[in-house]
């Protein structure tokens, strides 16, 4: 095996993306340590048995001498730990995270980086609906997508860091991809954000509706639903805060989506069958260059049966 990336990894919060993170180093390399810490007392307990890698007692104990720092924190309070361990981060140390959002993460990290530290915010495609640091697992990030959206900071130390963050990952087993913040947020915005809004608000129906259906929403449920349960167990805090961070994307993209939707309704109404034969194989078209893609299979069940993971993050 090649030299590991970085001497030391520091991983901030261990829930499934950190405990994920720590378990791939262990399996593939890219880092010769790896220190944890999180804010729960309880998760740091629980990722003391199961995570490999040292857990810190306190955040700045656990970035002292790493050469790069992961905040793996929902994207709310990446400004607030940004903060709290600017002191305590090697000069020329890289400092990224793992949010579904890019734009805000990246102000809100820029505004407590210290000088001495390269920021290069980062989002890994990759999840499942599990939370915690039980969750993790070495292979999540396995042929998935990471992207990477540097700075303007034209240096050859901040190319270097890029370079050494990209090859990171590579080594982690994901394709690496560098893009513009906002367009990141635009992307996400259609392709995870809404999805994840759509399933909420679909789910919490279903909720309403069993109260008086007298069971049968459960009972009866088909399997497009039961993905859209899936989607809805992720982590309620987590997409909280992408809702708020990313909310000018998600608004736009979700004025669109009910201009379609309503389009759909009145389709439906006045018996237009030839407008939802177009929308409908126009949707399957969609799900083919996925399939293609190498993103998800054919199989029955949606093939969740057949993939460790899922790219709904």
Not at 171 to 193: C, P, Q, W
Not at 211 to 230: N, P
């Amino acid at each position: 095996m090649t030299d590991p990336e970085f001497k030391h990894v520091a991983i901030i919060g261990i829930g499934l993306l950190g405990s994920s993170i720590a378990h791939a180093v262990t399996a593939y390399g890219g880092a010769e340590r790896v220190t944890m810490w999180d804010s729960s007392n309880d998760v740091r307990t629980r990722a003391a048995r199961v995570v490999p890698g040292d857990v810190a007692e306190t955040a700045q104990a656990a970035v002292a001498g790493a050469d790069c720092v992961i905040l793996c924190t929902p994207v709310g309070v990446l400004k607030e730990v940004t903060g709290q361990i600017a002191t305590a981060m090697a000069d020329g140390a890289i400092l990224t995270d793992v949010g579904s959002v890019k734009a805000k993460a990246a102000a809100d990290m820029g505004a407590a980086c210290p000088s001495h530290v390269h920021l290069v915010p980062g989002h890994p495609i990759a999840g499942t609906e599990k939370s915690g640091p039980e969750a993790g697992f070495a292979s999540l990030f396995q042929d998935t997508w990471h992207i990477l959206t540097p700075g303007s900071d034209a240096s050859d130390d901040y190319k270097s860091a890029l370079e050494r963050l990209t090859a990171f990952w590579i080594r982690l087993g994901a394709k690496v991809e560098t893009m513009d913040a906002n367009r990141h947020d635009r992307v996400l915005a259609i392709t995870s954000h809404l999805p994840h809004l759509i399933a909420y608000n679909i789910v919490s129906t279903a909720y309403d509706m069993e109260s008086v259906e007298q069971g049968e929403v459960v009972k009866y449920s088909a399997g497009g639903f039961r993905d859209f349960t899936r989607i809805a167990a992720s982590d309620p805090t987590m997409w909280r805060d992408v809702f708020l961070t990313n909310k000018d994307a998600v608004l736009e993209t979700l004025g669109r989506f009910s201009e379609d939707l309503a389009a759909l309704q009145r389709a439906i109404r006045w018996g237009d069958g030839d407008m939802l034969m177009k929308e409908f194989s126009r949707a399957r078209g969609i799900r083919k260059a996925i399939i293609d893609a190498g993103l998800d299979t054919a199989e029955a069940d949606f093939g969740r049966r057949q993939l460790d993971s899922d790219q709904d993050e």
